[in-house]
């Protein structure tokens, strides 16, 4: 994927063919609305076309003729054509000769004035330096979608013809049949440089594969690979959006550096174009959510809480959460695109879950899943494009029913959000409130117990892919037992489940910190042995921190040698997971003040 815009020249061309194709052909119910008198007064002071537009003529309305889109067409967000027939029929061979005559010219044309200096820019520079450099900057970024003679304001488009009747009214948009026209957004020349070469798109494209798709896998691999390979797609605004976010989130930071890198910042730049534009794709999403990890997983916040804010919202609005919806994306024409999409959501619901884990009090941003709502297949045949021929595995299904480790994530963080909610719900009568909490303790404690079994069987090549789940339950417990495990929290007269519920959280902190820990070695013994740091889940820090915090407790507490070597072993992985996450450092700042603390107050 050469920084050139000779392929992208044709796909516009193509998708320009296809756009003017379906106007003609396509929409034939669109809603009536009448020209009111003021329309029509006003009308009369601006220039007029010589006869009303095709599609009002078409379907016999009645046209306000206004230049350069009448009343009606820009109402509904549709293309209007003041041109004096509709050609219906294919080009002839003299125009198509024509056409084609016309189109080398203007490829001469570019190639002569503007693509020698784009090349030069792009092959003076690695990606590497392309990514630390001035020309890669926000600044130069911004200035490549900046038309000539404008520096001062963005492109920004023209008025939206996005169909405002799917919001206002979604069954009279469901009822009329419209479709969403996805427009074609010109890829700026500055993330083209900032991809690289072909050869260095290639390797970071592999690179994500093998480390960050082996915990985190929505994106669809052979999906990818046939678009890519297809001569016919050529590679739009929404594949370079998520490209980048690719490579942001799968890049590993030079020691020192902070996380905001010109990257982050570009991409940043880059999604916000493509929003204001209307580019609404599975691929924005996609690149939005993994905008949303590589936040999280640096601690970069706010930001990190408003972008998976965000990626809620639009996978509400593109209908990724339930099928009885208004769909924003076309209907899905493979099993591997369909199961794409319910990784996506799943991805929304699991980071909105892990991110309110140690936010407490507020609500989630996605909807609550269904128990039938289906949970993602095998993650290998998947990737492969194969289907399994075996019963979709519900969300309500039984935990003895072997699943894939991202199945197991999304079990895990489902679980995880029934927590929070417990928690933060100061309404449930007591009785109902300390069984429901039992509850969560048993079903938590059956799936923990299971994944670890499960994890002896793993490929050992692929990676601790069930660490996250692991993870995510060890999280939830330990939240859930820290409500529950201090006796200043006991309500006076309450059953007697809560005295119950108060033993299991005291034992269970215990309990789970140790498997904590064992998880912490498992994790170094993997890097030590060659991984690397590159399969690293940031979903993992989370629950090795509040071990720590909770040995740091227990020292306080007792002040005996061994919480102390043990809180010393999770201070140190978490040292370890700071040169790949850099969130994992500001939970070691937390310990160490509360080492401070402890030690002040002894001396």
Same mark, same amino acid.
């Given at each position: 994927?050469?920084?050139?815009?000779?392929?992208?020249?044709?796909?516009?061309?193509?998708?320009?063919?296809?756009?003017?194709?379906? &106007?003609?052909?396509?929409?034939?119910?669109?809603?009536?609305?009448?020209?009111?008198?003021?329309?029509?007064?006003?009308?009369?002071?601006?220039?007029?076309?010589?006869?009303?537009?095709?599609?009002?003529?078409?379907?016999?309305?009645? +046209?306000? %003729?206004?230049?350069?889109?009448?009343?009606?067409?820009? !109402?509904?967000?549709?293309?209007?054509?003041?041109?004096?027939?509709?050609?219906?029929?294919?080009?002839?061979?003299?125009?198509?000769?024509?056409?084609?005559?016309?189109?080398?010219?203007? %490829?001469?044309?570019?190639?002569?004035?503007?693509?020698?200096?784009?090349?030069?820019?792009?092959?003076?520079?690695?990606?590497?330096?392309?990514?630390?450099?001035?020309?890669?900057?926000?600044?130069?970024?911004?200035? #490549?979608?900046?038309?000539?003679? &404008?520096?001062?304001?963005?492109?920004?488009?023209?008025?939206?013809?996005?169909? #405002?009747?799917?919001?206002?009214?979604?069954? =009279?948009?469901?009822?009329?049949?419209?479709?969403?026209?996805?427009?074609?957004?010109? *890829?700026?020349?500055?993330?083209?440089?900032?991809?690289?070469?072909?050869?260095?798109?290639?390797?970071?494209?592999?690179?994500?594969?093998?480390?960050?798709?082996?915990?985190?896998?929505?994106?669809?691999?052979?999906?990818?690979?046939?678009?890519?390979?297809?001569?016919?797609?050529?590679?739009?605004?929404? *594949?370079?959006?998520?490209?980048?976010?690719?490579?942001?989130? #799968?890049?590993?930071?030079?020691?020192?550096?902070?996380?905001?890198?010109? *990257?982050? &910042?570009?991409?940043?730049?880059?999604?916000?174009?493509?929003?204001?534009?209307?580019?609404?794709?599975?691929?924005?999403?996609?690149?939005?959510?993994?905008?949303?990890?590589?936040?999280?997983?640096?601690?970069?916040?706010?930001?990190?809480?408003?972008?998976?804010?965000?990626?809620?919202?639009?996978?509400?609005?593109?209908?990724?959460?339930?099928?009885?919806?208004?769909?924003?994306?076309?209907?899905?024409?493979?099993?591997?695109?369909?199961?794409?999409?319910? !990784?996506?959501?799943?991805?929304?619901?699991?980071?909105?879950?892990?991110?309110?884990?140690?936010?407490?009090?507020?609500?989630?941003?996605?909807?609550?899943?269904?128990?039938?709502?289906?949970?993602?297949?095998?993650?290998?045949?998947?990737?492969?494009?194969?289907?399994?021929?075996?019963?979709?595995?519900?969300?309500?299904? #039984?935990?003895?029913?072997?699943?894939?480790?991202?199945?197991?994530?999304?079990?895990?963080?489902?679980?995880?959000?029934?927590? +929070?909610?417990?928690?933060?719900?100061?309404?449930?009568?007591?009785?109902?409130?300390?069984?429901?909490?039992?509850?969560?303790?048993?079903?938590?404690?059956?799936?923990?117990?299971?994944?670890?079994?499960?994890?002896?069987?793993?490929?050992?090549?692929?990676?601790?892919?069930?660490?996250?789940?692991?993870?995510? +339950?060890?999280?939830?417990?330990?939240?859930?037992?820290?409500?529950?495990?201090?006796?200043?929290?006991?309500?006076?007269?309450?059953?007697?489940?809560?005295?119950?519920?108060?033993?299991?959280?005291?034992?269970?902190?215990?309990?789970?910190?140790?498997?904590?820990?064992?998880? +912490? !070695?498992?994790?170094?013994?993997?890097?030590?042995?060659?991984?690397?740091?590159?399969?690293?889940?940031?979903?993992?820090?989370?629950?090795?921190?509040?071990?720590?915090?909770?040995? =740091?407790?227990?020292?306080?507490?007792?002040?005996?040698? !061994?919480?102390?070597?043990?809180?010393?072993?999770?201070?140190?992985?978490?040292?370890?997971?700071?040169?790949?996450?850099?969130?994992?450092?500001?939970?070691?700042?937390?310990?160490?003040?509360?080492?401070?603390?402890?030690?002040?107050?002894?001396?």
């Amino acid at each position: 994927m050469d920084s050139n815009i000779e392929p992208a020249f044709q796909a516009q061309l193509q998708q320009a063919t296809v756009y003017d194709s379906q &106007q003609q052909n396509g929409f034939n119910h669109e809603p009536h609305f009448d020209i009111t008198p003021q329309e029509q007064q006003d009308t009369s002071q601006q220039q007029l076309a010589a006869q009303a537009c095709a599609s009002c003529r078409k379907q016999k309305r009645k +046209c306000d %003729k206004l230049i350069p889109q009448c009343s009606l067409c820009q !109402r509904i967000g549709r293309r209007c054509d003041y041109s004096e027939e509709n050609r219906v029929l294919p080009p002839s061979a003299e125009e198509f000769t024509s056409l084609r005559q016309e189109v080398a010219e203007l %490829k001469h044309l570019l190639s002569s004035n503007v693509l020698p200096s784009a090349r030069a820019n792009a092959s003076t520079k690695s990606s590497s330096d392309v990514s630390m450099s001035n020309d890669s900057s926000p600044a130069n970024f911004l200035s #490549s979608i900046i038309p000539n003679g &404008q520096s001062q304001q963005p492109a920004w488009p023209a008025p939206s013809s996005f169909p #405002s009747l799917f919001f206002l009214d979604s069954s =009279a948009f469901e009822y009329e049949r419209f479709q969403i026209q996805v427009p074609h957004i010109r *890829v700026p020349p500055g993330a083209l440089a900032a991809l690289g070469s072909s050869a260095e798109l290639r390797l970071m494209i592999e690179n994500f594969f093998s480390s960050v798709h082996t915990y985190f896998p929505i994106v669809s691999k052979i999906r990818l690979y046939q678009h890519l390979a297809n001569p016919l797609h050529e590679p739009g605004a929404e *594949v370079a959006l998520l490209f980048m976010a690719m490579k942001l989130v #799968s890049t590993e930071l030079p020691e020192g550096s902070p996380p905001q890198t010109p *990257v982050y &910042q570009d991409v940043k730049s880059f999604y916000t174009y493509m929003e204001a534009q209307n580019g609404f794709s599975i691929q924005m999403l996609q690149g939005l959510l993994l905008i949303s990890l590589y936040e999280y997983g640096h601690g970069i916040y706010p930001a990190a809480y408003l972008s998976i804010g965000n990626a809620a919202r639009l996978g509400h609005a593109m209908g990724l959460h339930a099928r009885d919806v208004p769909q924003m994306l076309p209907r899905c024409t493979t099993w591997t695109e369909q199961e794409e999409r319910r !990784r996506v959501w799943w991805a929304v619901l699991i980071l909105d879950r892990i991110s309110n884990i140690g936010h407490r009090g507020k609500p989630f941003a996605s909807a609550e899943p269904s128990p039938d709502m289906h949970l993602p297949t095998d993650d290998a045949a998947w990737d492969r494009g194969q289907m399994l021929a075996a019963a979709p595995l519900s969300l309500s299904a #039984s935990q003895t029913i072997r699943a894939s480790s991202f199945a197991r994530a999304c079990q895990s963080v489902h679980l995880a959000g029934k927590v +929070c909610r417990h928690i933060d719900d100061k309404t449930t009568p007591l009785d109902y409130r300390f069984e429901e909490a039992l509850q969560l303790h048993r079903t938590l404690k059956a799936l923990v117990a299971l994944l670890p079994t499960e994890a002896e069987g793993e490929d050992p090549t692929a990676g601790p892919t069930l660490c996250s789940s692991m993870a995510i +339950c060890y999280s939830a417990l330990l939240t859930l037992y820290d409500a529950y495990g201090c006796s200043e929290r006991l309500v006076p007269d309450a059953p007697e489940t809560q005295l119950i519920m108060q033993q299991e959280s005291i034992q269970g902190i215990a309990e789970i910190c140790e498997s904590v820990l064992l998880l +912490c !070695r498992k994790i170094r013994q993997r890097i030590e042995l060659g991984e690397g740091l590159g399969r690293l889940s940031p979903m993992t820090i989370e629950c090795i921190y509040e071990a720590g915090a909770s040995y =740091a407790w227990y020292l306080r507490e007792t002040s005996e040698p !061994r919480y102390a070597e043990k809180l010393a072993e999770v201070s140190q992985l978490l040292r370890l997971c700071e040169r790949r996450w850099r969130v994992a450092g500001e939970y070691i700042s937390v310990i160490e003040a509360t080492e401070y603390q402890m030690i002040s107050a002894i001396r």
